[in-house]
């Protein structure tokens, strides 16, 4: 359980923060912090156990059955010394970041979006390293990208671009992650992560293990910014400096680092693993080095050192030895130390001279004698320069790159690569201090040091380096656990300032003569670099362009369809159809089953009168009205052989639904012409050909797949064994509310947003005046015609009411249930709306919304219930009074009042007399006058061939024919 509570402690920071903000303004990220203080201690009470190789971890039932092979989906975490690593350093970092951001941060100032957002962020990092399970695992590297996109974003229009840039890449990164898990999870039967791990198939399938390898690489190098998806962490600068602290030490970047380690447990000896990141590691490295010694304004300075020191982790990882993946983790902490603490002094500089740009700080030395310090300490570890813990991570790394599988003489390429980078990246932290502290050309008198509360806790990581060097055995056991979960097999790290005279110290001695003697010159070298002598494309700029070509390829692919007429969605789809259908019926290899004996039947040839006789004269009409009429007879027809088919369920709501489209189309042609427009003979000849086409490939799918096969297996089951497991003898009821109900609750959703988006497009839809012949007077002969359906319905609505809930009660065995009942109340609202003397609402405008969302909360309510028996939307059954009962009732009222609340949307939006937005006075005035005076009556446009134009506002038309449009 200790695992779900330090889980449930970032998650109530989550909760926590709006309201410590509201209280407590800026200083909110003291009482967080100490959330992250006391979720780091439960932690390390359970080290000890953890680092002796013994897993701490916690699973809950999520999904049953999830791959339909009887393996259960866990919502699973699980603590092993490499996820405790990452685990504390997140939450160590993420609280003294907050300590930090408690004095930094402006008051009143968009501190809620700021602490809630942050918070977030950790508790998505924890999710994301303590995960168990695949699918856990993607959905906190998913959050984690959100979390640093609202982050960026929030910064306002200086991080809007760099805040995209960073969705597209690591969002790109999330789609190749999905990829390589759901391909491991599919192979090894089973999405907990240590089962796919400890899988067979890795040895067995080398290839598709290769294949694997390289989209879980992808993934990471999308987060952990490398070549080619470097450019969006220096983009991220615009983001507050707190959030840039914690997303460079321990956050985004480190997701990437954790992911290569913790999958270097079956590909630490696979070739294009090690190849692939040693050579995007090492390229990176050097790559952004030299970039950051190019930039003059020290948080992007920082940030491309960012990127050069997660090139060498990466480099590091891709060798693959037990003691390659411990040098990774030293440095990964070394890193997190120094940068954390460099990013928030560069906030301090910030804060205190009002700019980080070089070009436009003077000697600070004597004005910050406390920041210069610390900032000496932190790039002095950056720079790695002995005796600090800097030094000592990046001597491993060099003495894990002797160890590469990349052959001898690659290996030496390896290393004067590494020592290139070394030497750029002694000469960005040189650049660094002397710019900031020494070098600058303006007097800045009027500075002084910034408050204790300010600059200490900014310090206080970096300056840790020093004293941790001189402690370094305190590391040996923790990283080394650490260091064997990833790898698999043992590792023995022995941390040490001194390991005698080798190849690394050499390297760093030469490192530090070259950089030395470049500090001495740095002047003319530093002005050469920042002239950018290699003018080639930036990610940026690729970026974009791929952006510009990819939204033209989609206008073009859009234009097939961009249009308000049917026919340019259709004729596409119609035409694919037709050719499909063409191609399977000439093609020798298609063989058509014999048909079942018995399928035919003479009986079925009533419904087929019925629709083709009403397609007859559908497609001859003129008129709208005969058009609706005969549009619901069609449907008709289709009810009515879906009862001869023996589906009494489904004719039943088909019929029950043309009633009431019948009804909701009639209420908008009313706002039309009583015509349609003529047709030009070309456009009639291209419809008839295009109609013809569809028919056959729809005559060709009937004839050549129906009735040639018997039930299938699934069908067979659900027949047999359905009404057993669920006590109800109506299989299609039980389907979609207790074995299929999941799905069901996603329609339920979409009919919500359907109700939703009625209501949004009849709102919005500009009044307009109704053409002549298209409405009645509201008053006058329809008051007497509607007096006999009032007399009717005070025993026909009662009636229908009762009925829908005897429809609803016997629809677990017999038909009917939740969505023919809604129908039929449905129908009833339907002619209490046609009884009324005028046009007006059935409901009050917020009913329709109110039921809906009741609908899919009720729903949803059922699925709770379900996790009482270890599964979501589990159907419980007992016995009361008699009968049996089961919870699938209460998810088949969801259903119920989610139907009915979009069919009364419905009937609101679309039988008002006066359109929304009508003045209450017009509205009033035409109630008891009829159409207001103003109002030109003309007759429509009687021919045209092009697609009816979008509305426009009669206030604004300048002819007669655009106010009848």
Do not use: C
């Not at 800026?26 to 953890?50: D, N, S």
């Not at 470049?518 to 700029?541: C, H, M, Q, S, Y």
């Not at 047709?679 to 291209?686: E, L, P, T």
């Not at 003397?837 to 379900?866: C, M, Q, W, Y």
Request: hydrophobic content about 55%; charged content about 10%; proline content about 5%.
């Amino acid at each position: 359980m200790t695992l779900l509570f330090v889980v449930a402690l970032a998650v109530i920071s989550v909760v926590f923060a709006p309201i410590s903000v509201r209280v407590l303004d800026r200083k909110a990220g003291w009482p967080l912090a100490a959330l992250f203080v006391a979720a780091a201690y439960f932690l390390i009470r359970e080290a000890e156990p953890i680092l002796e190789g013994q897993a701490l971890s916690w699973e809950v039932t999520w999904v049953r059955d999830f791959l339909g092979t009887g393996t259960d989906l866990m919502f699973s975490l699980r603590a092993d010394a490499l996820s405790l690593f990452f685990a504390l350093l997140a939450l160590v970092i993420g609280a003294v970041v907050f300590i930090y951001s408690a004095e930094y941060l402006p008051k009143r100032k968009g501190n809620t979006s700021f602490y809630t957002i942050m918070t977030a962020f950790t508790a998505a990092i924890l999710l994301l390293v303590l995960a168990n399970d695949v699918i856990v695992l993607f959905i906190g590297w998913e959050l984690v990208s959100l979390a640093s996109f609202m982050l960026i974003a929030r910064s306002g229009s200086s991080g809007e671009s760099g805040s995209v840039r960073t969705l597209i890449l690591t969002f790109f990164g999330g789609l190749t992650l999905l990829a390589a898990v759901s391909i491991a999870a599919t192979q090894a039967g089973s999405t907990n992560l240590q089962n796919i791990l400890h899988s067979d198939f890795w040895a067995e399938k080398p290839v598709l293990s290769g294949v694997i390898a390289v989209l879980i690489a992808i993934s990471a190098f999308t987060k952990s910014a490398q070549f080619p998806f470097h450019f969006w962490l220096p983009e991220a600068m615009a983001a507050a400096t707190p959030v840039s602290a914690f997303l460079h030490a321990a956050a985004v970047v480190k997701a990437g680092v954790y992911l290569l380690l913790r999958f270097s447990f079956v590909f630490h000896d696979v070739p294009v693993w090690n190849w692939l990141l040693i050579v995007v590691g090492m390229g990176t490295a050097v790559m952004s080095a030299f970039f950051a010694v190019q930039k003059t304004d020290l948080k992007k300075l920082t940030a491309y050192s960012t990127v050069s020191h997660l090139g060498w982790i990466v480099a590091t990882i891709g060798v693959g030895t037990p003691f390659a993946l411990a040098a990774a983790l030293v440095h990964t902490l070394s890193h997190a130390l120094f940068k954390s603490s460099l990013f928030m002094l560069i906030g301090v500089i910030d804060h205190q001279t009002g700019t980080r740009d070089i070009r436009r700080l003077g000697p600070l030395v004597k004005q910050m004698p406390f920041t210069f310090v610390s900032v000496l300490v932190g790039t002095l570890s950056m720079a790695a320069v002995p005796p600090l813990f800097g030094f000592v991570s990046k001597e491993g790394m060099l003495t894990a790159f002797l160890e590469a599988p990349i052959g001898n003489s690659y290996v030496v390429v390896l290393l004067i690569a590494a020592a290139i980078g070394a030497v750029l990246t002694f000469t960005y932290s040189a650049k660094f201090v002397l710019g900031a502290f020494v070098d600058g050309p303006r007097e800045l008198d009027h500075v002084r040091e910034a408050p204790v509360s300010l600059w200490l806790p900014a310090a206080l990581p970096g300056l840790l380096s020093l004293p941790l060097a001189f402690f370094l055995t305190l590391f040996d056991e923790p990283l080394s656990a650490a260091a064997t979960a990833a790898a698999g097999a043992p590792a023995h790290l022995h941390l040490a300032l001194w390991h005698g005279i080798n190849i690394p110290l050499l390297i760093s001695i030469g490192v530090l003569i070259v950089g030395v003697v470049g500090i001495i010159f740095r002047k003319p070298l530093w002005a050469v670099a920042e002239k950018n002598p290699f003018p080639i494309a930036t990610g940026n700029d690729s970026l974009s362009m791929l952006t510009y070509r990819l939204n033209r390829f989609g206008r073009w692919l859009g234009k097939m369809a961009d249009s308000m007429s049917p026919r340019r969605h259709l004729v596409s789809l119609i035409v694919l159809l037709f050719a499909l259908a063409v191609f399977a019926t000439l093609h020798p290899a298609v063989q058509l089953a014999p048909k079942t004996p018995g399928i035919d039947r003479w009986i079925d040839l009533v419904p087929f009168a019925i629709i083709a006789l009403s397609v007859a004269g559908l497609v001859s009409t003129r008129n709208r009205l005969s058009a609706a009429v005969l549009l619901g007879t069609v449907g008709v027809g289709v009810s009515f052989q879906m009862l001869l088919l023996g589906a009494p369920d489904v004719a039943l709501t088909q019929f029950l639904v043309e009633a009431l489209v019948v009804v909701i189309i009639m209420m908008v042609i009313r706002h039309q012409p009583n015509t349609f427009n003529r047709m030009k003979h070309s456009r009639r000849r291209s419809a008839v050909l295009v109609s013809l086409m569809a028919g056959f490939a729809a005559f060709m799918a009937v004839w050549g797949l129906l009735g040639r096969h018997d039930r299938s297996e699934l069908a067979m089951w659900y027949l047999q064994q359905g009404p057993e497991i669920t006590s109800g003898s109506n299989v299609v009821n039980t389907i979609l509310v207790e074995f299929r109900a999941f799905d069901t609750l996603g329609e339920l959703s979409v009919l919500g947003m359907a109700a939703i988006v009625i209501a949004a497009v009849v709102t919005s839809m500009p009044r307009h005046p109704f053409p002549k012949g298209t409405h009645p007077r509201p008053f006058g002969q329809s008051q007497l015609n509607s007096i006999p359906l009032r007399v009717l319905l005070k025993v026909l609505v009662p009636a229908l009411y009762f009925l829908s809930f005897m429809v609803f009660m016997r629809g677990h065995n017999n038909p009917g249930g939740g969505f023919i009942a809604a129908l039929i109340t449905g129908g009833a609202l339907m002619f209490l709306y046609l009884s009324k003397s005028r046009d007006e609402h059935i409901f009050k405008e917020n009913v329709p919304f109110i039921l809906t969302g009741a609908g899919i909360l009720t729903a949803v309510f059922s699925g709770v219930l379900g996790l009482t028996h270890d599964s979501f939307l589990y159907p419980i059954h007992f016995n009361f009074a008699g009968e049996h009962w089961t919870t699938s009732m209460i998810f088949d009222l969801g259903v119920f009042l989610a139907v009915l609340g979009m069919v009364s949307m419905a009937i609101n939006g679309l039988g008002g007399y006066l359109r929304p937005g009508a003045d209450i006075s017009d509205l009033d005035y035409a109630r008891v006058n009829g159409p207001l005076p103003d109002t030109p009556l003309v007759e429509p446009e009687p021919e045209g061939d092009e697609d009816w134009p979008a509305p426009m506002n009669p206030a604004t038309a300048t002819t007669e024919k655009e106010a009848t449009r």
